[in-house]
């Protein structure tokens, strides 16, 4: 199985704080890697898709990056509603597998 | 709107096989994959596997031969039965609908199932 590691469980920001999480595969994804963000009792939401296209509705202050092994989501200007959890997942090869989660918290 | 709605029991006991429904609305199961995904206390998210379009199905090797998900086309639900079941399987179960070359777009509000004596 392909890991997918996600090097910070959690860190604090501020308000208005550009955020950058980072996912790492243990090998070469070819760039099918997905960013889910999940709100406590919500299920996960799709983000971003193939590492930098957002989906219908997300708001652009999201973008995606990366290539190969390593994979980055940025948030500029952080909102009150994007604290949540984020989880990379990786869809080149099965069983498709997610990173441990990173949980932004407002400091 | 593309909606799933898990259902089943909220407690299984040791053991026994835990059974659980995907209902969809707004697209028919004959097209696309359709999911379960499972997450630990503690956060971790498990891909458990799919039904396809045609019924073919896709299972993680982790759970072996414990896992079978079908289907029942008249009624646009999915099914998910895990056999053998111990307190390690105690998560959340979402059921999800994936699309090609993307992630999972849509996804049930999650049924939390303890394994419990």
């Known amino acids: 199985d392909i890991q997918m590691t996600q090097s910070s469980s959690s860190f604090s920001v501020s308000l208005g704080d550009r955020v950058t999480i980072t996912c790492k595969a243990s090998?070469?994804?070819?760039?099918?890697l997905a960013w889910y963000q999940q709100k406590p009792g919500n299920a996960p939401r799709l983000l971003i898709s193939g590492v930098t296209s957002l989906e219908t509705g997300v708001p652009s202050r999201f973008s995606g990056s990366g290539s190969g092994k390593d994979y980055t989501l940025s948030i500029t200007s952080l909102q009150t509603e994007d604290v949540a959890t984020y989880y990379c997942q990786q869809y080149w090869s099965t069983p498709w597998t997610f990173g441990g989660g990173t949980k932004l918290e407002i400091k | 709107e593309v909606q799933l709605q898990e259902s089943g029991p909220s407690l299984v006991k040791p053991s026994q096989t835990l059974s659980l429904t995907c209902s969809v609305t707004g697209d028919s199961i004959t097209s696309g994959y359709w999911n379960w995904i499972r997450k630990f206390p503690g956060n971790k998210l498990e891909y458990m596997g799919y039904?396809?379009?045609?019924?073919?199905?896709y299972y993680n090797p982790s759970l072996k031969s414990r896992i079978s998900i079908t289907r029942d086309t008249s009624k646009n639900q999915y099914y998910l039965q895990l056999n053998s079941v111990t307190t390690e399987d105690t998560a959340t179960y979402y059921c999800a609908r994936s699309l090609h070359g993307r992630g999972f777009a849509y996804w049930g509000q999650g049924t939390l199932v303890t394994v419990s004596a």
């Open positions: 039904i396809s379009y045609s019924g073919s199905t």
């Open positions: 090998e070469d994804i070819y760039n099918r």
